[in-house]
């Protein structure tokens, strides 16, 4: 017997469960706040050079007409962002044309900036445009290099102290860094920030979904990870909300944060894994977590019963066959790991890189910000029902070849897209951003499968950092638009269209077929080449315990 029968035992998928994912599936979705929240904060409004300080009174008496002697407009007729004419140009009020040679300079005296629909954001206050506008992306670059030190941090904290304690600070710390940003005074300040906020989201994420896992029976723990999913989801739609009752970047900053208090004081009631706890010889803890289950989920005669003994029967067969891997180097030994680790790792940062890429620079597409922020949420709704019903029937492989060429075409084919034709560039884009979220949902399943037991939790770690490593490198692969705003497409969607091919060459189908438990077992499957087939029927004879191991559950 296994883990999954003691928890079915006492209740399954019983009122514990339920309430238990729901506490933690509520700040994932805040936490997708977090992540695109600087698409509000960081928003850079239409801008043009302020007026000398000699020229106040001049410009107080007639603005439109200063505006249009002083500045210069672009080849759209708009005016410039970054120049004014030296001296005024009052012969222009005469002429009816847009182009004119005259002497210009920067901005010596800063910027006028239209308030009409963000009242205050970092790009106003620290005046982010022109020279300085490449720091904004910074910013962002900052968040994701804040996820990146946190996979690798909390990632390994989490097997040494449990999976509770990392996840109680990391609401803490992103509740405090979080409402700390909203009065901090200097871009620099803000950034470090950032980065702290940063860093909670893998403590958050990575934490939230092994206590889902770990606590709910084999029969809900797909609709568990699906959940997760359309939690994030569901949070870039709360931000589009949120940011349009709330217009000053920060009281949003502040509005986004403060939740996570709440959610720091209940996590305390949270209980620890008791797979971990069993694992690390705290056995009487474990029995007690055990306990209340059973009492939550209406068995409290069960739960009563349970002891020490009792438990290891059920679990004891299990934990002795596993054997963790203590290097790195075992994800790159022998052949058919290295091909599957080298394929995975340009998946992760490619679907990273491309989804980030898309999500975090939403005014470019010329439409209401809230508008497309809520567009781009609604659509992943439907892409990931998609993505579920062709992993489930037609496969792992397909689908996720499948959905990041798709993604990949649709960013590339936006630049032939008339830039009149906005509606349909957003939606276009959104469908993109879609089929890279569902890939995402697709990619962990696939690559927990892929790996053999004894490196599955080494492999997922190491995946995940090469995706925070795409996400921090989205907003400098964004900046490439200085040079033609044609690189950051192109960029995007060669690399997901790239990773998708690597997918289909290098990578094998593990739908409907038995987890492979070594490295050793895991070569002779490529040597030998079983087929579809063979494995379903293989699946079909493998007994109970098999069936109720999963891969996070036999690597702990």
Same mark, same amino acid.
């Given at each position: 017997?296994?883990?999954?029968?003691?928890?079915?035992?006492?209740?399954?998928?019983? &009122?514990?469960?339920?309430?238990?994912?729901?506490?933690?599936?509520?700040?994932?979705? !805040?936490?997708?706040?977090?992540?695109?929240?600087?698409?509000?904060?960081?928003?850079?409004?239409?801008?043009?050079?302020?007026?000398? $300080?000699?020229?106040?009174?001049?410009?107080?008496?007639?603005?439109?007409?200063?505006? &249009?002697?002083?500045?210069?407009?672009?080849?759209?007729?708009?005016?410039?962002?970054?120049?004014?004419?030296?001296?005024?140009?009052?012969?222009?009020?005469?002429?009816? *044309?847009? @182009?004119?040679?005259?002497?210009?300079?920067?901005?010596?005296?800063?910027?006028?900036?239209? /308030?009409?629909?963000?009242?205050?954001?970092?790009?106003?206050?620290?005046?982010?445009?022109?020279?300085?506008?490449?720091?904004?992306?910074?910013?962002?670059?900052?968040?994701?290099?804040? =996820?990146?030190?946190?996979?690798?941090?909390?990632?390994?904290?989490?097997?040494?102290?449990? %999976?509770?304690?990392?996840?109680?600070?990391?609401?803490?710390?992103?509740?405090?860094?979080?409402?700390?940003?909203?009065? =901090?005074?200097?871009?620099?300040?803000?950034?470090?920030?950032?980065?702290?906020?940063?860093?909670?989201?893998?403590?958050?994420?990575?934490?939230?979904?092994?206590? +889902?896992?770990?606590?709910?029976?084999?029969?809900? /723990?797909?609709?568990?990870?699906?959940?997760?999913?359309?939690?994030?989801?569901?949070? #870039?739609?709360?931000?589009?909300? +949120?940011?349009?009752?709330?217009?000053?970047?920060?009281?949003?900053?502040?509005?986004?944060?403060?939740?996570?208090?709440?959610?720091?004081?209940?996590?305390?009631?949270?209980?620890?894994?008791? %797979?971990?706890?069993?694992?690390?010889?705290?056995?009487?803890?474990? +029995?007690?977590?055990? &306990?209340?289950?059973?009492?939550?989920?209406?068995?409290?005669?069960?739960?009563?019963?349970? @002891?020490?003994e009792v438990v290891n029967s059920y679990i004891q067969s299990e934990f002795a066959s596993v054997r963790t891997s203590n290097s790195i180097l075992?994800?790159?030994?022998?052949?058919?790991?290295?091909?599957? *680790?080298?394929?995975?790792?340009?998946?992760?940062?490619?679907?990273? =890189?491309?989804?980030?890429?898309?999500?975090?620079?939403?005014?470019?597409?010329?439409?209401?910000?809230?508008?497309v922020q809520a567009l781009f949420g609604i659509i992943d709704i439907p892409a990931m029902l998609v993505a579920t019903t062709t992993m489930i029937?037609?496969?792992?492989?397909?689908?996720?070849?499948?959905?990041?060429?798709?993604?990949?075409?649709?960013?590339?084919?936006?630049?032939?897209?008339?830039?009149?034709?906005? *509606?349909? &560039?957003?939606?276009?884009?959104?469908?993109?951003?879609?089929?890279?979220?569902?890939?995402?949902?697709?990619?962990?399943?696939?690559?927990?499968?892929?790996?053999?037991?004894?490196?599955?939790?080494?492999?997922?770690?190491?995946?995940?950092?090469?995706?925070?490593?795409?996400?921090?490198?989205?907003?400098?692969?964004?900046t490439l638009g200085e040079i033609s705003p044609v690189l950051p497409p192109v960029v995007f969607g060669a690399i997901s269209v790239l990773a998708?091919? $690597?997918?289909?060459?290098? !990578?094998?189908?593990?739908?409907?077929?038995?987890? =492979?438990? @070594?490295? $050793?077992?895991?070569?002779? /499957?490529?040597?030998?080449?079983?087929?579809?087939?063979?494995?379903?029927?293989?699946?079909?004879?493998?007994?109970?315990? #098999?069936?109720? $191991?999963?891969?996070?559950?036999? *690597?702990?």
């Amino acid at each position: 017997m296994a883990f999954t029968d003691l928890l079915d035992a006492l209740g399954g998928v019983g &009122r514990f469960q339920i309430v238990y994912t729901a506490l933690l599936l509520l700040p994932c979705g !805040l936490l997708a706040c977090h992540t695109f929240l600087q698409n509000f904060t960081a928003a850079s409004p239409p801008h043009h050079c302020q007026h000398p $300080a000699s020229h106040t009174e001049a410009a107080a008496n007639d603005s439109g007409v200063w505006l &249009r002697a002083t500045i210069p407009l672009d080849q759209h007729g708009i005016p410039e962002s970054c120049q004014r004419f030296i001296e005024p140009q009052w012969s222009l009020l005469r002429l009816n *044309t847009s @182009t004119y040679e005259a002497p210009t300079e920067g901005c010596k005296d800063g910027w006028v900036f239209d /308030r009409s629909v963000f009242p205050s954001t970092i790009v106003m206050e620290w005046d982010l445009v022109c020279e300085a506008r490449t720091l904004r992306d910074l910013a962002q670059s900052v968040y994701m290099a804040g =996820v990146l030190v946190g996979a690798a941090l909390f990632g390994s904290l989490a097997d040494r102290l449990g %999976r509770k304690a990392p996840l109680v600070w990391s609401y803490l710390q992103l509740a405090v860094s979080g409402a700390a940003t909203a009065y =901090v005074g200097s871009f620099s300040a803000y950034c470090v920030f950032r980065f702290l906020m940063g860093m909670t989201f893998s403590g958050i994420i990575l934490n939230s979904l092994s206590l +889902v896992v770990e606590w709910m029976p084999t029969r809900g /723990r797909t609709v568990a990870g699906i959940l997760l999913g359309f939690s994030f989801t569901m949070g #870039q739609l709360i931000l589009a909300g +949120v940011a349009y009752l709330i217009r000053p970047w920060r009281w949003l900053q502040f509005a986004v944060s403060a939740p996570f208090l709440i959610v720091f004081l209940y996590s305390w009631w949270l209980p620890e894994s008791s %797979r971990w706890l069993f694992l690390h010889g705290k056995s009487q803890q474990a +029995v007690q977590n055990l &306990r209340k289950v059973a009492v939550m989920n209406g068995g409290k005669e069960d739960g009563e019963r349970l @002891t020490t003994e009792v438990v290891n029967s059920y679990i004891q067969s299990e934990f002795a066959s596993v054997r963790t891997s203590n290097s790195i180097l075992d994800l790159f030994r022998t052949p058919a790991i290295r091909k599957v *680790t080298c394929c995975l790792m340009m998946v992760w940062f490619s679907n990273s =890189v491309a989804y980030y890429g898309l999500a975090m620079d939403l005014q470019k597409f010329r439409l209401s910000i809230y508008l497309v922020q809520a567009l781009f949420g609604i659509i992943d709704i439907p892409a990931m029902l998609v993505a579920t019903t062709t992993m489930i029937y037609v496969g792992r492989r397909v689908t996720v070849a499948s959905f990041l060429i798709l993604a990949g075409l649709m960013v590339i084919a936006n630049l032939f897209v008339p830039e009149d034709l906005q *509606t349909l &560039r957003t939606v276009q884009a959104a469908l993109g951003k879609g089929c890279l979220a569902s890939s995402f949902i697709c990619v962990y399943l696939f690559t927990g499968e892929l790996y053999p037991t004894e490196i599955r939790q080494m492999g997922m770690g190491f995946a995940s950092v090469n995706a925070r490593l795409g996400g921090l490198a989205a907003p400098l692969v964004a900046t490439l638009g200085e040079i033609s705003p044609v690189l950051p497409p192109v960029v995007f969607g060669a690399i997901s269209v790239l990773a998708g091919m $690597a997918v289909t060459c290098f !990578l094998t189908e593990t739908r409907n077929m038995p987890l =492979v438990e @070594t490295i $050793a077992a895991m070569e002779m /499957r490529v040597k030998e080449g079983p087929s579809q087939k063979d494995a379903e029927e293989k699946s079909e004879e493998i007994s109970l315990q #098999q069936l109720g $191991a999963s891969p996070l559950k036999e *690597t702990i």
